[in-house]
């Protein structure tokens, strides 16, 4: 299956995965409010809201989706991937909305509360309403999940926390027919912060990729581990950056390490197939190749390598030493070290480096480069 084929399959497992939430939340909501109006249950009727809005996000996940498969222009050379982030603030804000909305209601019941009237067959009803979206939610999170779809894992997310509410109400009703204490308004008013909660936590995941997350381990350590198999002679993947224009649109870039014999046609050469291979493999738009080169003529330049990595690596903050290079006719070395973002001050140990190095090597021009550890 190409690239292209596996982005359009996802596009339909999402509608059909929303799709089958809708009709479910809409059966749900329809039977869930009959029950609470009968019952004068407002937990019920609160519940029976919250299936409404659950219904409304699946159709919101839909739009976006669709809106998001829109193709690149000019003013939009990337495409529109990322109108699905957009999709979950909407969600987030539907859920945050409902969630207030509960809150109001729950507080009016308090201070007038009303008396429920509970059945045997409303208590069925809603049991089976605790199934029925039990099993929604797992499906919607788990092919959420397998698509990388934050919308309808949130919808999964959201599914699974309704049918603990349900069971509440149940206990409730429960509560109420054996001790004649009704517990409809305080349960409401927690059902009412459980959705506000699930509405912000859906919120804070969203903007976190959208304003741009570290690149997930997994796709980072397969892509730098086809680039080093990509062609014979890389000594290794570096400084991968990726750039996410939505959940299957990655632009990047990396670094090589490579043999300094090498010419600027074989590095040419070696550079397009990297993005050949890294693309058809994980749909990753490769745009830059950089280049370290890696001393091969002297032996004295793995010694000072084996010396000043040494050194580098006596300071607990730095997990990585690359980009290394000795010219000696210049009496130059350069380069790179990784700081971990635990350190209390990467300038401050980056300096010391420098000074221990070139305190070490006197006679030549220490070039160091501080990289930001932006992918495992």
């Not at 070395?333 to 300096?351: G, K, N, P, T, Y």
Request: glycine content about 6%.
């Amino acid at each position: 299956m190409s690239f292209s084929d596996s982005v359009s399959s996802r596009e339909r497992t999402i509608v059909r995965t929303s799709y089958i939430g809708i009709a479910a939340n809409l059966f749900l909501s329809g039977f869930k409010a009959a029950v609470g109006l009968v019952t004068g249950s407002i937990a019920i009727v609160l519940d029976s809201v919250n299936n409404l809005s659950d219904a409304l996000s699946s159709v919101i996940t839909i739009i976006g989706t669709k809106l998001a498969r829109k193709p690149a222009d000019k003013k939009h050379p990337f495409g529109h991937g990322r109108v699905e982030y957009l999709t979950s603030l909407v969600i987030a804000m539907i859920i945050l909305y409902a969630g207030i909305t509960s809150t109001v209601e729950s507080v009016k019941k308090i201070i007038r509360p009303s008396v429920p009237e509970y059945s045997a067959s409303a208590i069925v009803i809603l049991a089976s309403a605790v199934i029925v979206k039990i099993l929604l939610g797992l499906f919607v999170k788990s092919t959420g999940k397998k698509v990388r779809s934050d919308s309808l894992v949130a919808s999964g997310k959201d599914a699974l926390m309704d049918s603990i509410i349900s069971a509440s109400t149940l206990v409730a009703a429960g509560i109420f027919m054996l001790c004649h204490i009704s517990l409809e308004a305080y349960l409401g008013l927690v059902i009412s912060f459980v959705i506000i909660k699930a509405g912000l936590d859906t919120l804070k995941e969203t903007i976190s990729k959208i304003l741009g997350e570290r690149a997930e381990s997994g796709l980072a350590k397969e892509i730098k581990k086809t680039i080093r198999e990509s062609c014979d002679g890389i000594f290794g993947a570096y400084d991968l950056m990726l750039n996410n224009y939505g959940p299957e649109n990655h632009v990047g870039s990396a670094h090589i390490e490579v043999p300094d014999s090498w010419t600027a046609e074989k590095i040419d050469e070696v550079s397009r197939k990297i993005a050949s291979d890294v693309y058809a493999r994980h749909g990753v738009v490769i745009s830059a190749v950089g280049i370290y080169s890696v001393n091969t003529k002297q032996d004295r330049c793995a010694e000072i390598r084996m010396r000043i990595r040494d050194i580098v690596l006596s300071h607990r903050e730095v997990l990585q030493m690359h980009g290394f290079y000795v010219s000696e006719e210049a009496k130059k070395i350069r380069f790179d070290v990784v700081i971990s973002f635990d350190s209390l001050d990467m300038h401050q140990v980056f300096a010391h480096i420098v000074e221990d190095v070139s305190s070490a090597f006197p006679d030549y021009d220490v070039q160091a480069h501080l990289d930001i550890d932006i992918s495992d």
